[in-house]
């Protein structure tokens, strides 16, 4: 039994595992979160992801299996849409993945934002004990942590960000960015997932809010208070995705692409279906490699799958249409009656599924125009045989690039590159492969997610 204090973690949704592996964005972080929550008797609480009848918006629902106890509340159809959809979907995820243009700043949103992190303090607040150590999650929650401060808590809070941190110069353009981080340094530790978006953190700390940043340490002193500021990289539940290779469900979906792929080499991509993934710049990437290399395009089939997600919001709607356009332009033109060169997939699957998928596929394209880290990268590398492994190409724009520069990395913006990409992908000699694999299956089996949550609470505690 630990004698570790209790834990809380708070994000915007509670996934409680009930079956591991089943399909959803929440993936091996979901089981990494519940086995700390576990091994400390935990509390977790967040979003149910209903919208409350009226009336219900103070209900907060509690069960506990498990040793595990999760707390969850529903919001009303106006704190979806200003605080989910809104502020956090359609503020700040486009201005922290680079795209302004993208960036809706809306007062109302703003406030609905605000008053949603101000319900979570209200409702989570009397369930926290003095002892606990309160660790919370991601973009949708970052003022929480000073809002539980006003309300006299005085436990250790840390707050973890899965997403980049922007540079400086883009972040300002954000009304009201100092507000924001201002609530961060009442954090005790703020993580990132890389060098890079913690270097920017501290950047915008140093130069914009006049805060003392001690870089070697990542402490940054403001108004009296010191918030460590570090790199966590998040990585995958190397144990528990290592054995769902060896189900039955991993054995029939290997199987089910092989023999429906026959000879041809195939190549898969999985993502969330969002614009910060790169998904029509890879689209226009295999364009251009099947142009300019006509005579291969009988050889390859390429997988994508892609569950549309955040389907409320507009710019989601619009890059589903874009790649629905762009993959049957190129499966019109190159399609012959027995051989169609793109399959797009709108669904998800279950992690054993695209375990099977994954070792299938001799080329993994992942290819995000920014992101805080990607897990899919590392979830392909897991799934190879380390005996004829397959080549993860890789965006230098990912996180996870920082950590696997043995893939074959690419500039998700340039056709040319990935074109050029996957020509060295399939040429590749299996030595080399196997040595590139080896280095990288290193790195994804010991930077593993339980890691990752001791790391963290070993910092926070
Ligand atoms: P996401 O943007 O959702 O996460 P990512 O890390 O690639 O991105 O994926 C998370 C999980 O979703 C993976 O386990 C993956 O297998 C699963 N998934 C994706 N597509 C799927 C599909 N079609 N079917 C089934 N499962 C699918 C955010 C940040 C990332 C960061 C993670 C964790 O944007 O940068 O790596 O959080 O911190």
Redesign the pocket.
């Known amino acids: 039994m630990s004698t570790d204090p209790r834990l809380v973690v708070i994000s915007n949704r509670v996934a409680v595992p009930k079956a591991r592996g089943a ?3 929440q ?3 979901a089981g990494a979160l519940h086995a700390a929550l576990k091994s400390r008797k935990g509390l977790w609480f967040g979003w149910s992801g209903q919208e409350s009848g009226s009336g219900r918006t103070g209900h907060i629902d509690t069960q506990t299996s498990d040793g595990v106890t999760t707390a969850t509340i529903d919001l009303s159809q106006r704190d979806i849409d200003e605080y989910y959809n809104g502020y956090a979907n359609s503020t700040l995820w486009p201005l922290f993945h680079y795209r302004l243009d993208l960036a809706e700043y809306e007062r109302e949103t703003g406030k609905g934002y605000e008053r949603v992190n101000e319900r979570f303090a209200d409702l989570s607040a009397p369930l926290i004990e003095p002892e606990d150590v309160v660790w919370v999650h991601d973009y949708h929650l970052i003022p929480l942590g000073e809002r539980l401060r006003s309300r006299g808590l005085k436990n250790r809070i840390g707050f973890f960000l ?2 980049p941190w922007p540079a400086t110069r883009l972040f300002v353009s954000l009304p009201y960015h100092e507000r924001l981080v201002r609530t961060l340094l009442y954090y005790d530790v703020v993580g990132f ?1 890389t060098e890079e978006w913690l270097d920017s953190f501290l950047h915008y700390c140093e130069n914009e809010l006049g805060a003392q940043v001690d870089k070697g340490s990542g402490a940054v002193t403001f108004e009296g208070r010191t918030t460590l500021a570090r790199a966590y990289p ?1 990585g995958i539940d190397w144990d528990h995705f290592s054995r769902l290779g060896e189900t039955g469900d991993a054995r029939q979906a290997q199987q089910r692409l092989l023999s429906s792929t026959r000879r041809r080499t195939a190549m898969i991509g ?3 279906l ?1 614009y910060s993934k790169g998904l029509p710049e890879r689209i226009d990437g295999i364009g251009r490699f099947f142009e300019r290399n006509p005579e291969r395009v009988r050889d390859l089939v390429f997988i994508q ?3 549309p997600s955040r389907e409320d919001v507009e710019s989601y709607q619009a890059i589903r249409a874009e790649l629905e356009q762009k993959c049957g332009q190129i499966n019109g033109a190159r399609s012959e009656v027995d051989m169609v060169p793109i399959r797009y997939v709108n669904r ?2 279950s ?1 054993a599924e ?1 375990f099977g998928f994954f070792r299938a596929a001799k080329i993994g394209l992942v290819t995000p125009l920014r ?6 990268a590392k ?1 392909y590398v897991a799934a190879q045989d380390p005996e004829d492994p397959g080549v993860l190409i890789l965006s230098r724009f990912a ?1 996870a690039a920082a950590q696997l520069p043995d893939a074959v990395l690419v500039n998700p913006h340039s056709p040319d590159d990935i074109d050029h990409a996957i020509r060295t992908a399939l040429d590749m000699p299996l030595a080399e492969r196997k040595s590139r694999h080896e280095k990288m299956i290193a790195t994804v089996r010991d930077d593993n997610v339980q890691q990752w949550t001791a790391n963290f609470l070993r910092d926070l505690s």
């Open positions: 399909a959803g964005a993936g091996g972080l899965h997403i997932q998040i999985v993502d969330r969002d799958i892609a569950p998800g699957y992690h695209l992101d805080g880290m990607n897990l899919v979830e996180g």
